[in-house]
T-cell receptor, first 112, second 112 residues
Framework: TQLLEQSPQFLSIQEGENLTVYCNSS?????LQWYRQEPGEGPVLLVT?????EVKKLKRLTFQFGDARKDSSLHITAAQPGDTGLYLC????????????FGKGTTLSVSS | NAGVTQTPKFRVLKTGQSMTLLCAQD?????MYWYRQDPGMGLRLIHY???????AKGEVPDGYNVSRLKKQNFLLGLESAAPSQTSVYFC???????????FGPGTRLTVL
């Protein structure tokens, strides 16, 4: 069974701080996605990383896919209260036709 | 485009009652999914469909049934609700199984 472990589970920081969220597995994925979910809403896709070692930037968010395509990280620079939410990573199996595997998520709270 | 919509938004059931959750998407997606989200458990796949008239079991299918009679609709049924089915249910759709999934706003179900 493929598993995605996210850490930390909870993160509470002050506005302006930097943070990193990790998503790790012992399995190789063909791609990995990051979603953000706000209270009372469904998850929304932030980014998909496909190539080992790939780095993608979305404003203050930086996403990296591990060289071996087993892990990923999300780094937020100068966090803002609007970044508050649940961050989920999801991996796509190498086996075609299978559904995404979701991590349990990291709950981020940014206070002003 | 409305994207993915879910009906109803909230529902309270008594143990043993039945109900159907409706998911509709207007993006002409082939794949549709039903997840449940519980605290500390992340998103768990209940059932999914790879096209009109097809369904398949996910990680936690027991106690649920689904139907995909039309490409744009995916129904989730609970024949005899149990308190363990208290959860937030999300529907999602995608062009194929692994790229981005688009989520609905969720249905919060409480079984007393």
């Amino acid at each position: 069974t493929q598993l995605l472990e996210q850490s930390p589970q909870f993160l509470s920081i002050q506005e302006g701080e930097n943070l990193t969220v990790y998503c790790n597995s012992s399995s190789v994925f063909s791609s990995l996605q990051w979603y953000r979910q706000e209270p009372g809403e469904g998850p929304v896709l932030l980014v998909t990383v496909v190539t080992g070692g790939e780095v993608k930037k979305l404003k203050r968010l930086t996403f990296q896919f591990g060289d071996a395509r087993k892990d990923s990280s999300l780094h937020i620079t100068a966090a803002q209260p609007g970044d508050t939410g649940l961050y989920l990573c999801a991996g796509a199996s190498l086996r075609a036709g299978t559904a995404l595997i979701f991590g349990k998520g990291t709950t981020l709270s940014v206070s002003s | 485009n409305a994207g993915v919509t879910q009906t109803p938004k909230f529902r309270v059931l008594k143990t043993g009652q039945s109900m159907t959750l409706l998911c509709a998407q207007d993006m002409n997606h082939e794949y549709m999914y039903w997840y449940r989200q519980d605290p500390g458990m992340g998103l768990r796949l209940i059932h999914y469909s790879v096209g009109e008239g097809t369904t398949a079991k996910g990680e936690v299918p027991d106690g649920y049934n689904v139907s995909r009679l039309k490409k744009q609709n995916f129904l989730l049924g609970l024949e005899s609700a149990a308190p363990s089915q208290t959860s937030v249910y999300f529907c999602a759709s995608s062009y194929s199984p692994q790229p981005a999934q688009y989520f609905g706003p969720g249905t919060r179900l409480t079984v007393l």
